[in-house]
């Protein structure tokens, strides 16, 4: 599997088709299909204007404990393969809840927000093809100052930057379909990026798997943390803002 060191830096995302078999791809499907017989996986339902976040989850805690191999993937061949693409060396979240999370989307009902990741790098496995589901971002769209992410700064410039005008002029949306076995990797605290709704009769199954420089810590993970794996009320729309 050829991978150009840099490249993902460069150019703010990557995408390598036949990254998992479809046979590895079965089996992992199985391997969830099992884990959901056996617990019950909470709704995010975070109502929007416009596309609102709404999907089930299997969160890193779980998969460390009940799905090995996905564990293995995450802190292993993939973290391998950002590495190589970036050019430096990155390393699993300290927060194993938000390091590594499979994600469930229904037809007819789900999406996910635009937004930035708090992490660095994140990296998606599709595990099916769904009708719709398709990833959006904008590469690279993000000026990110020093004085942090979280910065009352940042703050204004990223809600000016994606004002659909701003946006339309500046911007080149990238757009990925689910296929069985492909991987996208992406600069996620700079690509704007979203999910669009799934549509037909199959959910939308993947892998999402976090990066970033050891002992990063992200001020707003708490409530982050409880706003994208719990079905607690939140004050914020935004814990990223909050």
């Known amino acids: 599997m050829a991978v150009n060191g840099s490249e993902l830096e460069k150019v703010g995302y990557q995408v390598v088709d036949g990254f998992l078999t479809d046979e590895q791809c079965r089996l992992l499907l199985e391997k969830i299909s099992d884990f959901r017989d056996h617990h019950t996986l909470p709704e995010i339902h975070r109502p929007m204007k416009g596309r609102s976040l709404r999907y089930h989850v299997i969160q890193g805690e779980q998969i460390r404990e009940h799905l090995p191999s996905i564990w293995d993937l995450y802190n292993g061949e993939v973290n391998q393969l950002v590495d190589r693409s970036l050019g430096f060396p990155l390393g699993p979240l300290g927060n ?22 708090r992490a660095c790098v994140t990296s998606i496995i599709y595990l099916n093809e769904v009708e719709g589901g398709e990833t959006e971002f904008y590469p690279n769209y993000r000026i990110l100052l020093r004085k942090g992410k979280n910065s009352s700064i940042q703050r204004a410039l990223d809600r000016f930057i994606q004002i659909k005008p701003i946006l339309s002029s500046f911007g080149s949306m990238v757009r990925v379909s689910p296929k069985v076995g492909r991987l996208v990797m992406m600069r996620a605290d700079r690509c704007w990026h979203s999910v669009r709704s799934v549509r037909g009769e199959r959910e939308r199954i993947n892998i999402i798997l976090s990066y970033d420089f050891p002992g990063t810590e992200f001020p707003s993970e708490e409530g982050l943390d409880s706003y994208l794996y719990t079905q607690e009320e939140q004050r914020s729309a935004d814990p990223n803002y909050s």
Not at 102 to 115: D, G, T
């Open 96 to 117: 194993t809840r938000a390091g590594v999370n499979v994600n469930l989307m229904r037809p007819n009902q789900s999406s996910y927000r635009w937004h930035y990741d």
